[in-house]
């Protein structure tokens, strides 16, 4: 199982970014994709998630409304569009599964893939 996230960079406040998960290395239509975030000195966080057995996705508080999930089966990825950047989401992101549950309600998260830094600042 490969995840690899890519699309991080520095942003000014208020702009936009729009992240990428590729996968490899298993089934990845059958199963929900998680993305995460860890600032300095903070514990991680789970920002979104999307099952893939309905399509339902699932947000933090902190990004409703200014980011939005979605997957390409066909290319096996995931994405986080991410709008209304803030200096608050300044983080490491990282997308993980666990190749067992397609439901976000569910997911144990074993599999991580190396994180994308984004820096929001003017």
């Known amino acids: 199982v490969q995840l690899q996230a890519s699309g991080g960079g520095l942003v000014q406040p208020g702009g936009s970014l729009r992240l990428s998960c590729a996968a490899s290395?298993?089934?990845?239509?059958?199963?929900?994709i998680g993305w995460f975030r860890q600032a300095p000195g903070k514990a991680r966080e789970r920002v979104s998630c999307i099952s893939s057995s309905d399509g339902r996705t699932y947000y933090a508080d902190s990004v409703k409304g200014r980011f939005t999930i979605s997957r390409d089966n066909t290319k096996n990825t995931t994405y986080l569009q991410m709008n209304s950047l803030k200096p608050e989401d300044t983080a490491v992101y990282s997308c993980?599964?666990?190749?067992?549950?397609?439901?976000?309600?569910?997911?144990?998260?074993?599999?991580w893939g190396q994180g994308t830094l984004v820096t929001v600042s003017s």
């Open positions: 993980a599964t666990d190749t067992i549950h397609s439901d976000c309600h569910f997911v144990e998260y074993d599999y």
């Open positions: 290395g298993f089934d990845f239509h059958y199963y929900a």
